[in-house]
């Protein structure tokens, strides 16, 4: 059966340290994946897409890898600050027109000064 | 950006009544829109797919006559929550895809927490 897992429910870190967050899927092809932000209470926000033939992708303290061999996306946040704190979601897309995107449940990220 | 923009935010509704959830692309047309819904610690899990003009399309388990899709524009898609019970309080939320220019990435309404009382 298809599956998405994101290592870890919860991952705290000290601020000004890098956060890697991971996410493996199974029995998926996915033509890109994406990372989105959830506060609580709030709707998702996307944050970055990678392509499969796209090896890194990155934004400002922000960097994703997606390697589509080990079916697995890491997401880098450098210099984490405590605004960082928040859920981090990923999702796969197939990029057909009116397909949903299939999330993880997330990681929540706790960035403590 | 695009925005969407659902409404209301928080509704508190007593068990067999019915509760309607809007969701608005506030600066895009969205052919198709989205529905999820979102537990406590859970994932979104994808609940319909709402096409403008057509019947909305359900995912597994989930009752199309409990809740009703109607996406009459290319702007609104609206959830109706009937007879509700306390086991459907819940975080609801809509999304939509902003295709023009190839650009694939979701837009997600700020969702509606129900409680069923």
């Known amino acids: 059966s298809q599956k998405i897992e994101q290592n870890s429910e919860a991952l705290n870190i000290q601020e000004g340290k890098t956060a890697t967050l991971t996410c493996n899927y199974t029995?998926?092809?996915?033509?890109?994946l994406q990372w989105y932000r959830q506060d609580p209470g709030r709707g998702p926000v996307f944050l970055l897409l990678?392509?499969?033939?796209?090896k890194e992708k990155r934004k400002e303290r922000l960097k994703v890898t997606f390697d589509t061999t080990l079916k697995q996306s890491l997401f880098h946040i450098t210099a984490s600050q405590p605004a960082d704190s928040a859920t981090y979601l990923c999702?796969?897309?197939?990029?057909?027109?009116?397909?949903?995107?299939?999330f993880g449940k997330g990681t929540t990220l706790s960035v403590s000064s | 950006g695009a925005v969407v923009s659902q409404h209301p935010s928080r509704v508190i509704c007593k068990s067999g009544t019915s509760v309607k959830i809007e969701c608005r692309s506030l600066?895009?047309?969205?052919?198709?829109m989205f529905w999820y819904r979102q537990f406590p610690k859970q994932s979104l899990m994808l609940m319909a797919t709402?096409?403008?003009?057509?019947?909305?399309?359900?995912e597994q388990g989930v009752e199309k006559d409990k809740f009703l899709i109607n996406h009459a524009s290319l702007t609104l898609s609206t959830l109706t929550v009937t007879s509700a019970h306390p086991e459907d309080s819940s975080f609801y939320i809509c999304?939509?895809?902003?295709?023009?220019?190839?650009?694939?990435?979701?837009?997600f309404g700020q969702g509606t927490r129900l409680t069923v009382v």
């Open positions: 999304s939509a895809r902003d295709r023009v220019g190839g650009n694939t990435k979701a837009f």
């Open positions: 029995n998926y092809s996915p033509a890109y």
């Open positions: 990678i392509r499969e033939n796209e």
């Open positions: 999702a796969l897309d197939y990029n057909q027109a009116g397909t949903a995107l299939i």
């Open positions: 600066d895009f047309q969205a052919t198709t």
């Open positions: 709402s096409n403008e003009g057509s019947k909305a399309t359900y």
